[in-house]
């Protein structure tokens, strides 16, 4: 009898799709982004919508990341969760990359600093399929009055414009 070996890397791309979903995308690129051309391929020409949740990690693993799948891949993107302050500074800055993200859904920020909301809000406004954002201030807030007062007068002073 003999045996028949099978690889990983043998799979359809539809089932390597459907694992994939399963795995944060940060960990899907590090693990196999450089395996071989194929995986290359797969994570930078697929149609499928993304969620991304950067966890805290360095700033330089985070850099090559956000050049490779977050830039190339901004109109795929549906969710994003960003974990660190210096991520959110990557992602909101130059001014108005985020407003290319034109499948972003939802959107969490955690361990922001409220001094940043302003701009992030006036940011977010142009974004069609954003219906949800959940924050987890890094600061301590005495009151989200305080908050909600920022994105209605972000609104209204954009309106205005």
Request: with cysteine; hydrophobic share 45%; aromatic share 14%.
């Amino acid at each position: 009898m003999q045996l028949i070996k099978s690889f990983f890397e043998d799979l359809a791309n539809e089932i390597l799709y459907e694992i994939f979903e399963y795995l944060d995308l940060y960990h899907v690129y590090d693990v196999f982004f450089y395996l071989n051309q194929r995986f290359q391929t797969l994570l930078l020409n697929s149609t499928i919508p993304i969620k991304i949740n950067i966890p805290t990690v360095f700033k330089s693993n985070v850099e090559g990341y956000y050049e490779k799948m977050i830039i190339r891949n901004k109109h795929r993107i549906n969710i994003i969760r960003l974990s660190n302050p210096f991520i959110v500074d990557i992602i909101f800055s130059p001014t108005h990359v985020i407003s290319k993200f034109i499948r972003l859904e939802i959107l969490i920020l955690d361990n922001i600093h409220t001094k940043n909301l302003h701009e992030i809000f006036l940011e977010l406004m142009c974004l069609p399929n954003l219906h949800s954002m959940v924050l987890h201030p890094a600061e301590y807030v005495q009151s989200s009055i305080d908050i909600f007062s920022e994105i209605f007068q972000t609104y209204i002073s954009n309106e205005n414009l």
